[in-house]
T-cell receptor, first 111, second 111 residues
Framework: DGGITQSPKYLFRKEGQNVTLSCEQN?????MYWYRQDPGQGLRLIYY???????QKGDIAEGYSVSREKKESFPLTVTSAQKNPTAFYLC??????????FGEGSWLTVV | QQPVQSPQAVILREGEDAVINCSSS?????VHWYRQKHGEAPVFLMI?????EQKGHEKISASFNEKKQQSSLYLTASQLSYSGTYFC????????????FGKGTHLIIQP
């Protein structure tokens, strides 16, 4: 079935650790996105990629890194530089025109 | 800049109507509406393009007033399944560079 798969669903990070969230899509979409969601804040754009081997910073890119080596994959690394990483992370994809279809999300908690 | 949604929350009885507004201080190229259930991914409802068009999805419709830089989502004869948080996402016309979302409107439908 076509869709967007995020893993893991739940992740716990210790202080000072880097963690990577996986996002894979088989919808043949060119564009992929990472959003962060905090209670009462809506969704905020971290990074986006319109084509393979190219990506752009969104509104809150500090403390995060991404790669886009394959069209299907857009992993997000939350680095130790991100001081408040506890949040719900959403990966999305779409064609041009900005309609975004989201995966099921990943919950990241700092312990 | 984040679009402003109003109201922040609405409580309705099943069968009642609701209107959710989304406005922007900057020009809107298009507006996208999503619904999110708690702990789940946002689900795309519809896109409104320039031209003041109105679209419908079951008993949910929306309008887009380009001059006023605002969009409204109309839910008629609400059903229990309509409960959730509704987000509008604005497209600034930069191609597939992501949407800027409002903070959301919480809709609770009571039997």
């Amino acid at each position: 079935d076509g869709g967007i798969t995020q893993s893991p669903k739940y992740l716990f990070r210790k202080e000072g650790q880097n963690v990577t969230l996986s996002c894979e899509q088989n919808l043949n979409h060119d564009a992929m996105y990472w959003y962060r969601q905090d209670p009462g804040q809506g969704l905020r754009l971290i990074y986006y990629s319109q084509i393979v081997n190219d990506f752009q910073k969104g509104d809150i890119a500090e403390g995060y890194s991404v790669s886009r080596e394959k069209k299907e994959s857009f992993p997000l690394t939350v680095t130790s530089a991100q001081k408040n990483p506890t949040a719900f992370y959403l990966c999305g994809s779409g064609y041009s025109g900005n309609t975004i279809y989201f995966g099921e999300g990943s919950w990241l908690t700092v312990v | 800049q984040q679009p402003v949604q109003s109201p922040q929350a609405v409580i309705l009885r099943e069968g009642e109507d609701a209107v959710i507004n989304c406005s922007s201080s900057k020009a809107l190229y298009s507006v996208h509406w999503y619904r999110q259930k708690h702990g789940e991914a946002p689900v795309f409802l519809m896109i409104l393009l320039k031209g003041g068009e109105q679209k419908g999805h079951e008993k949910i419709s929306a309008s887009f007033n380009e001059k006023k830089q605002q969009s409204s989502l109309y839910l008629t004869a609400s059903q229990l399944s309509y409960s959730g948080t509704y987000f509008c996402g604005k497209d600034g016309g930069g191609g597939a560079d992501g949407l800027t979302f409002g903070k959301g409107t919480h809709l609770i439908i009571q039997p």
